[in-house]
């Protein structure tokens, strides 16, 4: 006989999504300059971007989708979603508008950062450390970052995971190398309160690396030279030549690296999914340019007065002592590692092509 009973419902249980489903949850730490354009970079509405030719008004558009999903560097095909931590609540609606997402908090205040553990499966952490002022000169106190401490601290409690992570150093660790080129391999000569933070921040992201390591925490530490770009504040030599600042002459000038800006932000990016973890990698453009070269190439652009060059004597006179300080390391950045591991292929492969870039900008804005 047929059963009279009603048949019984199977409760369908949902079925996760496969992880190449799953948007990834990236988290910007000292989202400046550099950490917006990284941003851009998965914006969905700026997949194609257009920007001029460094020699004239020809223009080509860049796929930015495919430069995070070249192979082996972004795993997801859908773009991230996008959070950055600030302490001032006046830039949020900036960033909204931006497509990210604010978090208010302040890395000097580590009770503020108790929400970011398990926020986000990737970190950019872009932020510098805090200098410490002292009337008596630099204490031991100077030379420790303190908001990298707490950062750590917050990302891993009460989570089980933590989150892979990209630091932006500075390439100021290898200290003096009297103009030689200097890789990843380089010993640290630091010397400067200013670039011995930045030593000590690296050495705080291994040791939570290595005690993370199973939760899944791994870190890739970029060494950063100087950074400009023409659409940045302060990113061209252009108000230092208004002012006439000296330069060194040549027989005492020293080598410096440098690194265009939207290089710099699709090397972060790229990092993220590309960096080996506890590794280190330059990231710097083919030039190897003196200092006071530099600044005749771009007075030359803007036909403006080259700086007048005086001896390092006389430097120690009529400079401040920053500036001095920059002033007393040589070394040429070298960049292998960055093409080959990371695959980054410059836009801006020398100083001479991004600054011509940036004085071709600088006449294409509206006058004032």
């Given at each position: 006989?047929?059963?009279?009973?009603?048949?019984q419902r199977?409760r369908?249980?949902p079925r996760?999504?496969?992880?190449?489903?799953k948007?990834?949850?990236?988290?910007?730490i000292?989202?400046?300059?550099?950490g917006?354009?990284t941003?851009?970079?998965?914006?969905?509405m700026?997949?194609r971007i257009?920007?001029?030719?460094p020699?004239?008004?020809?223009?080509?558009s860049?796929d930015?989708p495919?430069?995070?999903?070249e192979?082996?560097a972004?795993?997801?095909h859908r773009l991230?979603?996008?959070?950055?931590?600030?302490s001032s609540?006046?830039?949020?609606?900036?960033?909204?508008?931006?497509?990210?997402?604010?978090?208010?908090?302040?890395l000097?205040?580590a009770?503020?950062l108790?929400?970011?553990?398990?926020?986000a499966?990737?970190?950019v952490?872009l932020?510098?450390?805090?200098?410490?002022?002292?009337?008596e000169?630099?204490?031991v106190?100077?030379v420790?970052?303190?908001?990298?401490?707490?950062?750590?601290r917050?990302?891993?409690?009460r989570?089980?995971?933590?989150p892979a992570?990209?630091y932006g150093?500075?390439?100021?660790?290898?200290g003096?190398w009297?103009?030689?080129?200097?890789?990843e391999?380089?010993?640290l000569?630091a010397?400067?309160?200013?670039a011995l933070r930045r030593?000590d921040?690296?050495s705080?992201?291994?040791g939570?690396?290595?005690?993370?390591?199973?939760s899944g925490?791994?870190?890739?530490?970029?060494?950063?030279?100087g950074?400009?770009a023409?659409?940045?504040e302060?990113?061209?030599?252009?108000?230092?030549?208004?002012?006439?600042?000296p330069?060194l002459?040549?027989?005492?000038?020293?080598?410096?690296?440098?690194?265009h800006?939207?290089?710099l932000a699709r090397?972060?990016?790229?990092?993220l999914?590309?960096g080996?973890?506890?590794?280190?990698?330059?990231?710097a453009?083919d030039s190897a340019?003196?200092?006071g070269?530099?600044?005749?190439l771009?007075?030359?652009?803007?036909q403006?007065?080259r700086?007048?060059?005086?001896s390092?004597a006389?430097a120690a006179?009529?400079?401040?002592p920053v500036l001095?300080?920059?002033?007393?390391?040589?070394?040429r950045?070298?960049n292998r590692r960055?093409k080959?591991?990371?695959?980054?292929?410059l836009?801006?492969?020398?100083?001479?092509?991004?600054?011509?870039a940036?004085?071709?900008?600088?006449?294409?804005l509206?006058k004032k």
């Amino acid at each position: 006989m047929p059963s009279i009973q009603k048949p019984q419902r199977v409760r369908r249980v949902p079925r996760a999504l496969p992880s190449r489903f799953k948007r990834q949850r990236v988290l910007i730490i000292g989202c400046g300059d550099v950490g917006q354009r990284t941003a851009r970079l998965w914006r969905p509405m700026e997949r194609r971007i257009s920007m001029e030719l460094p020699g004239g008004a020809q223009s080509i558009s860049a796929d930015v989708p495919d430069l995070i999903a070249e192979k082996g560097a972004q795993p997801h095909h859908r773009l991230p979603l996008v959070r950055a931590l600030t302490s001032s609540p006046e830039k949020c609606a900036a960033l909204r508008a931006q497509g990210i997402l604010p978090l208010q908090g302040n890395l000097d205040d580590a009770a503020s950062l108790r929400r970011l553990a398990g926020l986000a499966q990737r970190v950019v952490h872009l932020a510098p450390p805090a200098a410490i002022a002292s009337t008596e000169g630099e204490t031991v106190a100077s030379v420790l970052d303190q908001r990298t401490r707490h950062l750590l601290r917050a990302l891993v409690r009460r989570a089980n995971s933590a989150p892979a992570l990209v630091y932006g150093s500075t390439s100021g660790v290898y200290g003096d190398w009297q103009g030689a080129w200097v890789d990843e391999a380089r010993p640290l000569r630091a010397t400067t309160a200013r670039a011995l933070r930045r030593v000590d921040a690296e050495s705080q992201l291994r040791g939570w690396a290595l005690r993370f390591q199973d939760s899944g925490a791994r870190v890739h530490v970029l060494r950063i030279p100087g950074i400009y770009a023409g659409d940045r504040e302060g990113g061209t030599p252009v108000a230092r030549l208004l002012r006439g600042t000296p330069a060194l002459r040549a027989e005492d000038d020293v080598f410096t690296s440098h690194i265009h800006a939207d290089d710099l932000a699709r090397a972060v990016a790229l990092a993220l999914w590309r960096g080996k973890p506890q590794r280190a990698t330059n990231v710097a453009d083919d030039s190897a340019l003196r200092m006071g070269d530099y600044f005749d190439l771009a007075a030359d652009l803007w036909q403006l007065p080259r700086p007048p060059r005086i001896s390092r004597a006389e430097a120690a006179q009529q400079l401040s002592p920053v500036l001095l300080s920059f002033m007393s390391e040589s070394r040429r950045v070298a960049n292998r590692r960055m093409k080959t591991e990371l695959g980054l292929k410059l836009r801006y492969p020398t100083v001479q092509q991004g600054l011509a870039a940036a004085f071709q900008l600088s006449k294409d804005l509206p006058k004032k």
